[in-house]
C-alpha cells in the first residue's frame, strides 16, 4: 500500500514545468508595398485586394498551352526528386511517432524457460539444493518517465516542429519544380518561335540568293553580291542548327522533370505564342505566410527552441515509475499459481553528479542552434523580399523594352523592304539590301527573346510569391 501511495502522489507532478524558453513567432517587419510594383495603372501589375492576393493554384494555365498543363501534372506522381522530399516527410512523420511514445508507459512481457546446474562446489551450498533444476518464468516490466522537467514533451514539440518543416520543405521542393518546368517549357517554347523565325528567314534568303545568282548570270549583279547573300543563307542555316541542338538539351531537361527517360521523350513543336499570364502580387506583408521556404524556416526555429529545453532538463532528476511482476516455478506444469508470484514497484532516479561540462555544453550548443535557425529563417524572408523585387523590376523592364523593341522591327522591316526594292531596281548594291536584313533578323530574333525573358521572369515572380504550395495532411 506505501508503494501505491508513493506512485499516486507523484503522478500530479507528471506534468510538471518546461525547460524551454518561451516561444513567439518571429515577428519580420515588412515594406507597405514592393519598390518594384508599377503604377497602378498598369492592367496587368496593379496591387489586388487582401482577398485575391493568393496564387492561382495552377498559375501555368495562364501561359495558355494544354501541354505544359499535363506535364505539370505529372511532377506529382512521376518525379524522382518530389518522390524523395515525400519519403523524408514520412521520415519526420516516423520520427515524431517515436517520439511521442515517451509520453506513455512503456510495458515488456518477459518469458523464460531455464534448465540451469549449478556447481556443487558453490559457497553457501545447502544440503537440500538441488544441483540441476528448471527455472520457468512469466513476468512482465512496467515503466514510465514522470516527465517533471519536460524533456519528453519538449522532444516532442521539436519532432512536430520539424515534421512540419519537413512538410513546408516537400511543399518548397514542388514549388520550385513546377517553376523550373515552367521556366524550361517557356525557353522550349520561345526556341520554337526562333526556328519558326528562321524557317521564315532562310526561306527569304534564299529566295534573295537565287535571285542574286541569276542577275549574276544576267551581267546585272556583281561576284560580291553573289557571296554577300550565299553567306546570309548560310548564317541563318548555321543558326537554325545550333538553335534545333538547344532546343534539344531544352526537352531533355524537361523529360527528366517528369521522370521520363530522354530517349523516349519528345515535344511537338508549336509557333503559336503563349500569353502572359496575370499573377496577382498583393501586399509584401502576404509573402512570408506563402513561401514555404520562409514557412519551414520558421518551424526550426520552434524545433530548435524546444531543444533548448531538453539540453536543461538534463540538469534534474531523470525520474521513473515503475514494476515488475510475474510467476516463477520450477516445473512449467504448476507456474501459474498463487504462490509463485512475485512483484516489485516504486520509482527511481537516476542524477548525473559530473560530466566533465558536457551538460553546459549541450545547452550552448543548443542555444548555437537556436540563434542560426533565427539567422536562417531571417536570410530566407529577406531571400523572399528580394526575388519578388527581382522579378517585378524585370518585368517592368522588360516591357519598356519590348515597347522600344517593337520599334525597332518595324523600322527594320520597312528598311530592309525598301532596301531589297531598291536593289532591284537598280538604284541600290546587295551590300545595302544585306545589311537590312542582317538587322532584321536580330531585331526580330531581339524581340522574341525579350518575349520569352517576360514569360520567364513571370514563372519566377509566380515562385517568388510562393506559388501553388499546398498543405499536406500529417
Not at 560530466?355 to 523572399?384: H, I, P, T
Amino acid at each position: 500500500m506505501a508503494s501505491r501511495g508513493l506512485a499516486g502522489a507523484m503522478l500530479p507532478l507528471v506534468g510538471g514545468c518546461s525547460m524551454a524558453p518561451a516561444y513567439h513567432p518571429p515577428v519580420m517587419p515588412a515594406p507597405i508595398a514592393f519598390k518594384e510594383m508599377p503604377t497602378v495603372g498598369d492592367p496587368v501589375w496593379k496591387p489586388v485586394d487582401a482577398a485575391t492576393t493568393a496564387v492561382p493554384a495552377a498559375w501555368w494555365i495562364g501561359f495558355g498551352d494544354p501541354l505544359l498543363d499535363q506535364l505539370e501534372a505529372r511532377i506529382d506522381s512521376d518525379n524522382p526528386t518530389l518522390a524523395g522530399a515525400l519519403a523524408r516527410y514520412d521520415m519526420a512523420r516516423a520520427s515524431l511517432a517515436g517520439a511521442r511514445s515517451g509520453l506513455f508507459p512503456h510495458a515488456e512481457l518477459t518469458p523464460s524457460l531455464f534448465r540451469n546446474r549449478q556447481s556443487s562446489e558453490r559457497p553457501l551450498r545447502g544440503s537440500t539444493q538441488p544441483d540441476l533444476y528448471t527455472a520457468a518464468t512469466l513476468g512482465g516490466d512496467i515503466s514510465y518517465e514522470a516527465d517533471l522537467w519536460g524533456r519528453v514533451r519538449n522532444s516532442v514539440a521539436s519532432g512536430h516542429a520539424l515534421a512540419e518543416a519537413s512538410r513546408d520543405d516537400l511543399a518548397a521542393v514542388k514549388l520550385a519544380l513546377q517553376g523550373q518546368l515552367a521556366t524550361d517549357f517557356v525557353r522550349l517554347r520561345g526556341q520554337d518561335l526562333q526556328l519558326a523565325l528562321l524557317d521564315q528567314t532562310i526561306d527569304a534568303f534564299a529566295k534573295a540568293d537565287s535571285l542574286t545568282r541569276n542577275r549574276f548570270r544576267g551581267g546585272i549583279a556583281t561576284g560580291m553580291d553573289v557571296g554577300r547573300a550565299g553567306a546570309l543563307l548560310g548564317e541563318a542555316r548555321a543558326q537554325y542548327a545550333a538553335l534545333q541542338a538547344d532546343r534539344a538539351v531544352t526537352e531533355h531537361a524537361i523529360a527528366t522533370l517528369v521522370g521520363q527517360p530522354a530517349s523516349v521523350f519528345s515535344i511537338p513543336r508549336r509557333d503559336t505564342p503563349l500569353t502572359l499570364p496575370v499573377i496577382p502580387v498583393g501586399v509584401p506583408s502576404t509573402l512570408l505566410a506563402r513561401r514555404p521556404d520562409v514557412a519551414a524556416a520558421e518551424r526550426r526555429m520552434a524545433a530548435a527552441n524546444a531543444r533548448i529545453g531538453v539540453a536543461r532538463a538534463a540538469f534534474f532528476p531523470h525520474i521513473t515509475l515503475g514494476g515488475s511482476g510475474g510467476f516463477q516455478s520450477t516445473a512449467l506444469a504448476r507456474l501459474i499459481a498463487a504462490p509463485n508470484i512475485f512483484w516489485a514497484i516504486g520509482p527511481g532516479a537516476i542524477l548525473n553528479l559530473f560530466d566533465g561540462g558536457k551538460r553546459r555544453a549541450d545547452v550552448a550548443a543548443a542555444r548555437a542552434d537556436w540563434d542560426a535557425a533565427s539567422a536562417d529563417y531571417r536570410a530566407r524572408a529577406l531571400a523572399a523580399f528580394q526575388d519578388v523585387e527581382d522579378s517585378l523590376a524585370t518585368l517592368r523592364h522588360l516591357d519598356e523594352a519590348k515597347v522600344a523593341q517593337d520599334q525597332a522591327v518595324a523600322s527594320a522591316t520597312s528598311t530592309s523592304q525598301i532596301a531589297l526594292d531598291r536593289y532591284i531596281k537598280g538604284a541600290a548594291t546587295y551590300l545595302d539590301v544585306a545589311t537590312a536584313q542582317q538587322s532584321l533578323l536580330r531585331d526580330q530574333q531581339d524581340a522574341l527573346a525579350l518575349q520569352t525573358q517576360r514569360l520567364t521572369a513571370d514563372a519566377a515572380l509566380a515562385r517568388a510569391l510562393g506559388g501553388h504550395a499546398p498543405s499536406v495532411p500529417q
